[in-house]
């Protein structure tokens, strides 16, 4: 499958949940909330099957995508990065600046390696987002791409934007690296 095909694929999901959620159509989004569970989630392949056929029904992008929106639904197109910034956003701050803070929800995420896996510690994550004061929004469309494409390349885009690293680091940071030290400089050691 092409990346094309996934962006289309969750296009077309999230617009009809969308449409669903303004238009206050609460059956669907009811089936596709008991996908979240092993009992009810037969409930949902229904609805997931009507819109995309037989590769939608127990798949577990289309199901967890399709249930955590229902849960909490997001604006249209929240200005929100991926799911790492979505979980920074969810940590207080002081928890954030606290260096022996375990970070143990985001790590959880982090330590999943199958789609199947990471599939079922999303909806905790959501429910977390949306039981803060002020909940914090999801870009379901990334997170859809995201749990498709799930490997390490998702994992360290998400904890870059969790811990806030910079991308590429910054020229000035590095202008004096690697440059040997002259007769006038004395080098710094560590203290023994």
């Known amino acids: 499958m092409t990346g094309k095909q996934v ?21 669907p989004l009811a089936k596709l909330r008991r996908g979240l569970s092993e009992t009810t989630r037969h409930e949902a392949w229904l609805v997931l099957g009507r819109l995309f056929g037989p590769i939608a029904v127990d798949h577990p992008v289309f199901s967890t995508v399709a249930a955590c929106f229902a ?5 249209k197109r929240p200005k929100v990065g991926n799911f790492g910034e979505t979980m920074r956003r969810c940590m207080p701050a002081d928890k954030m600046r606290d260096e022996k803070e375990p ?17 079922r510690q999303i909806p905790h994550a959501v429910r977390l987002a949306k039981s803060r004061k002020e909940p914090v929004a999801v870009d379901y469309r990334r997170l859809f791409a995201d749990l498709w494409w799930w490997g390490e390349r998702t994992k360290v885009a998400w904890a870059k934007a969790y811990w806030r ?21 004395e080098a710094i050691m560590p203290e023994p």
């Open 7 to 27: 962006e289309d694929f969750a296009d077309r999901l999230l617009a009809r949940l969308e449409q669903w959620h303004r238009e206050e159509h609460r059956g």
């Open 71 to 75: 849960l909490h639904p997001s604006a």
């Open 103 to 119: 970070h143990a929800r985001f790590r959880r995420l982090l330590a999943c390696d199958t789609q199947q896996e990471i599939c």
């Open 165 to 185: 690293v910079p991308a590429e680091p910054e020229a000035s940071n590095l202008a004096k690296v690697g440059v040997p030290v002259g007769e006038e400089e």
